[in-house]
């Protein structure tokens, strides 16, 4: 909002609608706002924004921005996977999971559903109940979590996952060896 991109964010969801992907040369966002953190570990690095052209517009920066943090979410993903963590569901709650364009596009990377859940808060509902049993109380009645969520599945085949996030991953290389704090 401070760059002043958005008027409110019931925006965010029209302009990445908008944007015109493969009419217009892509445009990526590295969100890295207070440096880069898991899996890569760079607390100097700044956001960048690659690929701006005459063509591009508020539409492409406002999609950009939202797929960074897609692109972002699947890189956590896959180094949790590839550790020892083994992931059977992905479910999304909180602010962010209610830019259906946002959810659309982590199912589309990560080649499965997203379940997007009907509890905006279980996000803090599910710290609060890890804080509390690690603080030795288990009664977990007070703890209610919803089972109810809707399932956003891919619109995309393999082969165009294959090429967005090769994409990625070339924006994340320069970036890698350039994007710190002067």
Known sequence: KKVGLLRSEK?????????RRGE???????????GLAAPHWMPTARSVLFGLSRESGREDIVRAAVEGIAFRMNE??????????????RIVSGGLSQIPYLVQFQSDLFGQPVFRSSDMESTVRGAAFLASEEAGETDS??????????????????RERR???DQWGRVME?????????
């Open 76 to 89: 956590i993903d896959a180094a949790m996977r590839a550790g020892t963590v083994r992931i059977n569901r």
């Open 141 to 158: 009645d007070h703890f209610c979590f919803s089972d109810r969520s809707d399932a956003i599945r891919p619109q995309i085949g393999s």
């Open 24 to 34: 217009r040369p892509p445009v990526f966002f590295l969100p890295a706002l207070i």
């Open 163 to 165: 090429r967005l996030l």
């Open 11 to 19: 925006e965010i969801e029209l302009l990445c609608r908008a944007s």
């Open 174 to 182: 320069w970036a890698k060896r350039g994007c710190h704090q002067p």
